[in-house]
């Protein structure tokens, strides 16, 4: 099922932004490009990904943007990285230049500025990423709604053609009996006789299609109940349009004459597959 979404979430030193795309798929694949320094989030957004959705290739990326300068330390860090150095050394009565206290300090600093800075990036990333999974999702609802009413037209097409065939194949049969006996009197035989009489019972088993029409009619049924339901049905559906399939064909292979009809319907069942694959 197709879908996008689209995440934001800033402070006032960074911004990012999230996009999601979906397409089409059987089963469930996720691709996520993240910066390098944050792939410790990818099992953490995956598993999100996998609480709410079940099918479709999804292509998600992760921007993340300074909104300017940023120094390289905190200066209110480095001085109390700094004091703290040194009442340390006091207390140990070690002397040590201040070039080397600077530096002990300016390392610390930037170690604490960076954790803090990451997680603070973190946080952001997950608020951005729920927003584009909940966009995507909604998105891929509206999408839904649309295939479930193609999907009904579609059954009730097939419906229809159905009660065509119904009406149709009487007339059928009717006609073969006609040139059974037509064709009997034509080698001199009596329409009453056995072996005409044989043909027809014959010809007629063999175009018994009332129980292809039966489990056609029970499959559509079946087809219309699991649109809805809540539940996970795109599998069952593809199931059902492929059994819809099967008993079309042998009904088209018992009355070649209702090949117009077959042919409509297994148009409708086709497309119904392709539809079903887009559906969770």
């Not at 050394?89 to 300016?106: N, P």
């Not at 059994?243 to 319907?265: A, Q, S, W």
Request: glycine share 4%.
């Amino acid at each position: 099922m197709t879908g996008f979404g689209r995440g934001e979430a800033q402070d006032e030193n960074w911004r990012v932004v999230v996009f999601i795309k979906s397409v089409n798929g059987k089963g469930l694949d996720f691709n996520l490009r993240l910066p390098a320094q944050f792939l410790f989030l990818d099992p953490e957004l995956r598993k999100k990904v996998k609480e709410s959705l079940k099918r479709g290739s999804l292509q998600c990326t992760v921007n993340v943007e300074s909104k300017g300068f940023l120094p390289p330390v905190d200066v209110q860090v480095l001085k109390a990285s700094s004091q703290a150095l040194k009442e340390l050394l006091r207390g140990l009565d070690l002397k040590v230049s201040d070039d080397l206290i600077f530096e002990t300090a300016w390392k610390h600093a930037e170690r604490l500025q960076k954790s803090e800075e990451e997680q603070t990036i973190a946080n952001l990333i997950r608020t951005a990423f729920e927003q584009a999974l909940k966009e995507l999702i909604e998105s891929r609802e509206r999408e839904g709604k649309a295939i479930k009413e193609d999907l009904l037209a579609r059954v009730e097409k097939i419906e229809k053609t159905l009660d065509r065939i119904e009406s149709e194949k009487e007339r059928i049969r009717e006609r073969i009996k006609e040139r059974i006996v037509e064709k009997a009197k034509e080698i001199g035989l009596d329409e009453n006789s056995l072996l005409p009489k044989q043909e027809i019972l014959f010809l007629l088993e063999r175009m018994d299609v009332e129980e292809e029409i039966s489990r056609l009619k029970e499959h559509l049924r079946a087809f219309r109940k699991l649109l809805s339901s809540e539940e996970e049905v795109g599998k069952k559906l593809e199931f059902l349009a492929q059994e819809m399939h099967r008993e079309i064909t042998t009904l088209g292979n018992k009355i070649p004459d209702l090949h117009p009809f077959v042919v409509e319907i297994k148009a409708e069942v086709d497309r119904i597959k392709q539809q079903s694959a887009n559906v969770e």
